[in-house]
């Protein structure tokens, strides 16, 4: 499986971006889908996540209300749309895929198989 990332860059603070997350490669597709973000200096941070084949979709309170994950009918692409974006909301942002599909699992890092490359999103004030 590979998982390519893409859509960061600068935004002012109230603005929006979408980041985008090709995936490629054999997936079994009853596995957890998540974003994860990485600012500088601090551990990667779980942002939303669901299992590909639906079933739960959870989001990390900071951004609850303003992010939406989601993914395209033909589960090539994962998607995620960040509204009223915050000078805090400034991280690498990271695409992950996990072969399984356990709520438990889904907000840690360490349960993910695949990750992608990583897209900068800045959040100017």
């Known amino acids: 499986v590979q998982l390519q990332a893409s859509g960061g860059g600068l935004v002012e603070a109230g603005g929006s971006l979408r980041l985008s997350c090709g995936v490629s490669?054999?997936?079994?597709?009853?596995?957890?889908m998540a974003w994860f973000r990485q600012a500088p200096g601090k551990e990667r941070d779980f942002v939303a996540g669901f299992r590909w084949n639906g079933g739960y979709t959870y989001y990390t309170d900071s951004v609850k209300g303003r992010f939406t994950i989601s993914r395209d009918n033909a589960k090539t692409t994962l998607y995620l749309q960040m509204n009223s974006l915050k000078p805090e909301d400034t991280a690498v942002y990271y695409c992950a895929a996990a072969t399984r599909g356990i709520l438990s699992t889904l907000r840690t890092a360490p349960a993910y198989d695949y990750w992608g490359q990583g897209t900068l999103v800045t959040v100017s004030s």
């Open positions: 490669g054999r997936t079994n597709g009853g596995g957890n």
